[in-house]
């Protein structure tokens, strides 16, 4: 065969890796609730591919291909076991298989599987590694990397939360009316963790936390998929795509902090605007408001007080009280009292800040102390906020920014 | 799958049992509790436990035997009975365990059943 050839299969070995990784992961261990002999059966599969397809050429049905090989890998390791239930697991898989003749008519089970991920039994911070590695396939040491832990640790977390799966017989299935809201929500939470936590600080991002950001907008247009009509998984991809516009414009040439009123605008992804503005009308149509659509609406009114030189200073602290009524945690709370200070309630704003538990470290709180008292006219105070947030930075941009004064900004 | 849910009641909670006021209460809920298990057709097995005051412990330490009377752990939750549910998965096991009396006041756990190893 020649390279040409080789190298097309190839590709569409990686193509049917990347589009069917996790839907096939999904319906592999929807049927055993087994993750990780899922896992080690797509394995053997893709590495089957990769042998075969260059040299036979590639079949009309990857997929079916991918998953007929799989469903063998697991028979066999089942067959080893020789456990009664699992055997009858396998034969009924085998069976399917000859439902399932006719390309891409594999049903869709990615949706439980994430509810899997997110399921309150599930350790919360192993819900957004698992939800990445499975539906995603990445592997644990690029997630651990963006997690900000160790392979090591993070790997233990995986196997830990997928055996917990399997052994405590956590369903694959949707969860019923009742208690889906709830359920969703722990979907979207760990959604948006993976997206990364950089867009409840005031003053910036650390750029470690956004390498996932790609992917985590490709779970958030999944669900939307999927569940097409929930409001607040609209609200969470509105939110995404909003804070992922402005990301090339958010670091200077030098990796310097470019706080949102200073940004080049012109380095903003305008459709990437207009989408998420798509996404939070059609949420707005439901008239359910929650969390994520709250959230995806500040960053709107942000984006649009820059492209209209407007200030929407009013409308903001109403969207953040409303936030801090759906998800009062430190990150909202601290920005809602910015918010005040802001439309020009320095006073009122401490106040609040004052009132807010454990912030002693948390770089954000005195990031905003810092920007509040400069708008309260109160300058000793402003730069003991500014050295205490710059010590507590791991980023040396943010550093830079809150040493410089750089959050002072223009209006006072 | 077969769970066992653990019922952890408080101290006050075992109190009801034997208070005149209260004890007429505290086994009518179990009691239905109980019952709607085995109507559902979920229930394998399951029973109340004696308090802790009654509870003997016993340790073998290079062949002698070391009975002691209790334990009396300072605990808040006390292990006050269990079941053993044949349930589908988590969810509907959770389902049972939300139901029981004393999951507000104290809490309920529950274990997946080891299945036996294959033969």
Redo the contacts between chains.
């Keep these: 065969m020649m390279d040409e050839e080789r190298r097309a299969a190839a590709r569409e070995a990686e193509a049917a890796a990347r589009s069917s990784y996790g839907k096939l992961l999904a319906i592999l261990a929807s049927r055993t609730r087994d993750i990780a002999a899922a896992e080690d059966a797509l394995a053997d599969a893709f590495a089957a591919a990769l042998a075969q397809w260059p040299r036979d050429g590639v079949p009309a049905n990857p997929v079916g291909w991918l998953m007929t090989v799989a469903r063998r890998s697991i028979g066999h390791a089942a067959g080893r076991r020789r456990t009664a239930a699992a055997a009858e697991t396998v034969l009924r898989m085998l069976d399917e298989e000859r439902d399932e003749a006719r390309p891409d008519s594999f049903g869709d089970d990615r949706l439980a599987l994430m509810f899997v991920c997110a399921h309150p039994a599930i350790d919360a911070e192993a819900q957004a590694p698992l939800m990445l590695q499975t539906v995603l396939g990445l592997d644990a040491e690029r997630i651990a990397a963006s997690f900000l832990v160790s392979g090591a640790t993070m790997g233990q977390r995986l196997v830990r939360a997928k055996r917990k799966i399997r052994d405590a017989g956590i369903a694959f299935s949707v969860p019923d009316p009742r208690e889906a809201p709830a359920r969703i929500g722990s979907v979207l939470s760990a959604i948006y963790a993976a997206y990364g936590t950089a867009w409840e600080d005031v003053t910036g991002a650390d750029s470690k936390l956004r390498s996932l950001a790609t992917e985590s907008i490709w779970l958030a247009r999944l669900l939307r998929h999927l569940l097409p009509d929930d409001p607040e998984v609209m609200g969470l991809l509105s939110l995404m795509l909003h804070c992922q516009a402005r990301s090339a414009a958010r670091r200077s040439a030098n990796g310097a902090f470019v706080p949102l009123h200073e940004q080049d605008m012109t380095l903003w992804s305008r459709s990437m605007i207009e989408e998420a503005e798509t996404h939070l009308r059609s949420a707005a149509r439901k008239a359910a408001p929650g969390r994520f659509q709250t959230e995806a609406a500040i960053q709107s009114l942000h984006a649009h007080q820059r492209m209209t030189g407007e200030r929407f200073a009013e409308p903001l602290v109403h969207l953040y009280d409303a936030l801090a009524r759906f998800a009062p945690t430190t990150g909202v709370l601290v920005a809602r009292a910015v918010a005040h200070a802001e439309y020009g309630n320095p006073a009122a704003a401490l106040e609040q800040l004052d009132q807010i538990p454990n912030v002693a470290r948390y770089q954000p709180f005195w990031a905003a102390r810092a920007r509040v008292s400069w708008l309260s006219g109160d300058e000793d105070a402003v730069w003991t906020s500014a050295r205490r947030a710059a010590g507590l930075s791991n980023d040396a941009g943010v550093r830079a920014f809150l040493l410089a004064g750089g959050f002072r900004g223009t209006a006072r | 799958?077969h769970?066992m849910l653990l019922f952890n009641e408080t101290t006050e909670e075992l109190g009801k049992r034997t208070d005149p006021t209260k004890a007429d209460a505290y086994w009518g809920g179990w009691t239905a509790y109980m019952q709607a298990i085995a109507q559902s057709g979920a229930m394998v097995s399951g029973n109340g436990l004696q308090p802790p005051d009654v509870s003997t412990t016993i340790r073998v330490e290079n062949g002698n035997r070391h009975v002691v009377d209790g334990p009396f752990a300072d605990t808040k939750e006390i292990l006050g009975g269990y079941v053993i549910l044949d349930v589908?998965?988590?969810?509907?096991?959770?389902e049972w365990a939300a139901r029981a009396p004393c999951v507000s006041a104290g809490s309920v756990e529950?274990r997946?059943v080891l299945?036996p190893p294959?033969a």
């Design positions: 799958m769970y589908v998965d988590l969810d509907a096991a959770l529950i997946p299945p294959a």
